[in-house]
Structure formats: C-alpha cells, structure tokens
C-alpha cells in the first residue's frame, strides 16, 4: 500500500519568512496530492492540491511542487503571519488505493511574530 | 459545519460503558472515514466504507464498530474494549466521481474516560 512521510515534524520560522515542509510517498500510481491545515482544536481543512499532470500549482502565498520521478512533493508558504501557526498534513491518493487518502504524520508550522 | 456534521462536540465515558459518536453528511458522497487523532499526533485511520451496508477495518480497529445502514450516516461506536479511548475522533467523506478523491473533515467529537 501508500506510504507517505512527511519533514519536519516541528518547524518554526519568523514571520515574514518562508516555510517548506516536503512529503515523499511510495505508491508511483498516486496521482492527487492534497495539502489540509489544522488549527488547535479543529478540523482539518483542505488549502490546496495537485495532480500529478501538473508539477507546480499557486494560489496567493502557498504553492504546491510535484515531482513524480522522485516521488516527492512540498508545500511553500511564503510572507508567513501568526495565522498561519497550524498542523499541516500532507496526503496521497488515486493510487492502488483508490479514492482513499494516505496522511503524512504532520508537520506543526509556529510562526513567531 | 460544511455539509458533515459529528455528534456530540464533547463525550463522557466512564470505565466500561459504551458510547456512539455521530457522523452525518448531506454532500452525497459514498465513501466515509473515521480517523482517531492523539494529542500532537497524526490521524491513524480505524473504520472507513466505500458503500452503503458495506465497510472495512482501518489501522486500528480493534474495540471500535461502525455501522453504514444509510448513505447519509456512519455512526462509531467506542466499546469497552477499547482501553485508552481518550482521544480526538474525526470523521470525514469523499466523492466517488473520478478523480475527485478530496476529503471533507466534520468538526470533531472530543471522547473523554473519566
């Protein structure tokens, strides 16, 4: 089956720096990669994804790269605020499994003002 | 709460009692998912279905049943067998449609052993 990992687990950045947080994944059928935020105490929310006919996708200040060969993609969130301090979890999907997602362990993002 | 609602927000359980947390969602969707969260950890998945009356074990699915009698509802019980169910249990569904494999999380029920 999918097996994704996901690094760092913690990572803090000052704000107005940039965050990167990478996920590797095994199943090379995957084909939908998905990116959720979870403040404390919340639900997990979906803030962007990409398949894999795609290597780069944007939307303000958080991009998604993809790179099939290497099985690995990343999130990039630039200009941080303290708003953005959240659990993000990568996830795979589309592959062996179906429409089933594989989560990343997390990576707690604090961003100090 | 987005079209999937969980019941209740926050859940008692004394030493040897069952209890069953709600999940229902009018978005149509077929397949549904509860995962249990610990604190500071990931989401590990335990019961998930693809379809109406018909649903599998997860990763940890020992002490937990489910039951998928309705499209709308997945409902999980917590039964005394499960020994530390202190946790964050999230449920959440997805589309069937081709290629439209994103999940939708409810809010979230907070079970607590006291």
């Known amino acids: 089956g999918e097996n994704v990992e996901q690094h760092p687990s913690t990572l803090s950045v000052q704000e107005g720096d940039s965050a990167v947080i990478k996920c590797t994944y095994s199943?090379?059928?995957?084909?939908?990669f998905p990116w959720y935020k979870q403040e404390l105490g919340k639900r997990p929310q979906l803030i962007i994804d990409i398949r894999s006919n795609v290597g780069e996708k944007k939307d303000q200040r958080i991009a998604v790269t993809l790179n099939k060969t290497a099985k690995h993609f990343s999130l990039h969130i630039t200009e941080t605020q303290p708003e953005d301090s959240a659990v993000y979890f990568c996830a795979a999907g589309g592959g062996d499994a179906g429409n089933m997602l594989t989560f990343g362990g997390g990576t707690r993002l604090m961003v100090k003002p | 709460d987005g079209g999937i609602t969980q019941s209740p927000k926050y859940l008692f359980r004394k030493e040897g009692q069952n209890v069953t947390l709600s999940c229902e969602q009018n978005?149509?969707?077929?397949?549904m998912y509860w995962y249990r969260q610990d604190p500071g950890q990931g989401l590990r998945l335990i019961y998930y279905s693809q379809i109406v009356n018909d649903f599998q074990k997860g990763d940890i699915a020992e002490g937990y049943s489910v039951s998928r009698e309705k499209k709308e509802s997945f409902p999980l019980t917590v039964t005394s067998a499960q020994k530390n169910p202190t946790a964050f249990y999230l449920c959440a569904s997805s589309d069937h449609a081709a290629g439209n494999y994103g999940y939708t999380f409810g809010s979230g029920t907070r079970l607590t052993v006291v």
């Open positions: 978005l149509n969707h077929d397949a």
């Open positions: 199943d090379s059928a995957s084909n939908y």
